[in-house]
Antibody, heavy 120, light 108 residues
Framework: QVTLKESGPVLVKPTETLTLTCTVS??????????VSWIRQPPGKALEWLAH???????SYSTSLKSRLTISKDTSKSQVVLTMTNMDPVDTATYYC????????????WGQGTLVTVSS | SYVLTQPPSVSVAPGQTARITCGGN??????VHWYQQKPGQAPVLVVY???DRPSGIPERFSGSNSGNTATLTISRVEAGDEADYYC???????????FGGGTKLTVL
């Protein structure tokens, strides 16, 4: 069965760099037409897309956060890593990774999410 | 960038039909996907490609898309359907993954 699981720090200080890892199982990151996206959700607010990486290694970033984000994947480890630099309290949110089905560009499986709090 | 507009809230009595709209410029030309998010849980895909259902999603959930409005319809609403619902499309402009602001479905 397909699962995705996010891992990383629950608390980061302002100006620090956040590194989140999405470990997938039940499918391979080398599968054609499947990618991974990162989405976040501040408490009580809507979903916000951050970045994606497709099966062909094509990457894309939110225009408002592009300068702070990097996404990469390690197919052998079944992991997708997102880094976000210069964290700020407004970045406090639950961060989700989700599987992309590239045929219809939607997200069919989501991780449970990880709450990251930015505070000194 | 492309914008999707959803009503903040929809209320419906049990057993009735709930309709949640998602407005966007010529959204009928795009594929719309719908996600259900219950409190404290991750989103779950309930409709994809306008009107298809993933396996395990009840037939009570259906979707349509035409013109400037896509609609998620939930028939015979149950208390367990109470959740936030988000629409999403892919747009080839600046930010490709576009989510609506979400609609809170309340079952009276």
């Amino acid at each position: 069965q397909v699962t995705l699981k996010e891992s990383g720090p629950v608390l980061v200080k302002p100006t620090e760099t956040l590194t989140l890892t999405c470990t997938v199982s039940g499918f391979s990151l080398s599968n054609a037409r499947m990618g991974v996206s990162w989405i976040r959700q501040p408490p009580g607010k809507a979903l916000e897309w951050l970045a994606h990486i497709f099966s062909n290694d094509e990457k894309s970033y939110s225009t408002s956060l592009k300068s702070r984000l990097t996404i990469s994947k390690d197919t052998s480890k079944s992991q997708v890593v997102l880094t976000m630099t210069n964290m700020d309290p407004v970045d406090t949110a639950t961060y989700y990774c989700a599987r992309i089905i590239e045929d219809w560009l939607g997200l069919d499986y989501w991780g449970q999410g990880t709450l990251v709090t930015v505070s000194s | 960038s492309y914008v999707l507009t959803q009503p903040p809230s929809v209320s419906v009595a049990p057993g009735q039909t709930a309709r949640i709209t998602c407005g966007g410029n010529n959204i009928g030309s795009k594929s719309v996907h719908w996600y259900q998010q219950k409190p404290g849980q991750a989103p779950v895909l309930v409709v994809y490609d306008d009107s298809d259902r993933p396996s395990g999603i009840p037939e009570r959930f259906s979707g349509s898309n035409s013109g400037n409005t896509a609609t998620l319809t939930i028939s015979r609403v149950e208390a367990g359907d109470e959740a936030d619902y988000y629409c999403q499309v892919w747009d080839s402009s600046s930010d490709p993954w576009v989510f609506g602001g979400g609609t809170k479905l309340t079952v009276l």
